[in-house]
């Protein structure tokens, strides 16, 4: 595992369990470092299948990890401001840590 995956899974390992539940209604950054940010990118109303090939149906909040733009980390700099986990289609009743579990299938790097 490289510098820029260890990074990715601090970051998806520290996302406190109140950032992870509870979804406002509006797209934005829910959480946020120096190298990546937890995105809403809008509630989801459209059946999506998810990495792990499951369907949701009855909509959900997208939620994808991003780079930003001011990463101190070399190998991050080229992909800001793509997303690097995700998307997860979270409904709203999971648990932090199959959000988790969720984000780190959808590894991209």
């Known amino acids: ?19 992870l539940t509870g979804f406002p209604e509006g797209a934005g950054t829910i959480y946020t470092d120096q190298d990546f940010r937890l995105d809403m990118q809008g509630a989801s109303c459209e059946e999506r299948m998810l990495m792990t090939k499951q369907k949701t149906t009855s909509g959900g909040y997208n939620l994808q990890i991003q780079v930003n733009r001011g990463t101190k980390v070399t190998t991050l700099k080229p992909l800001a ?3 690097v986990a ?5 409904t709203g009743t999971e648990t932090a840590s199959v959000i988790r579990a969720n984000f780190v299938a959808t590894m991209k790097i």
Do not use: H, R
């Not at 820029?4 to 950032?19: G, H, T, V, Y």
């Open 1 to 19: 595992m490289g510098k820029a995956s260890k990074a990715l899974q601090a970051f998806i390992d520290n996302i406190p369990d109140s950032k």
């Open 81 to 83: 401001p793509q997303t």
């Open 86 to 90: 995700g998307p997860v289609i979270a």
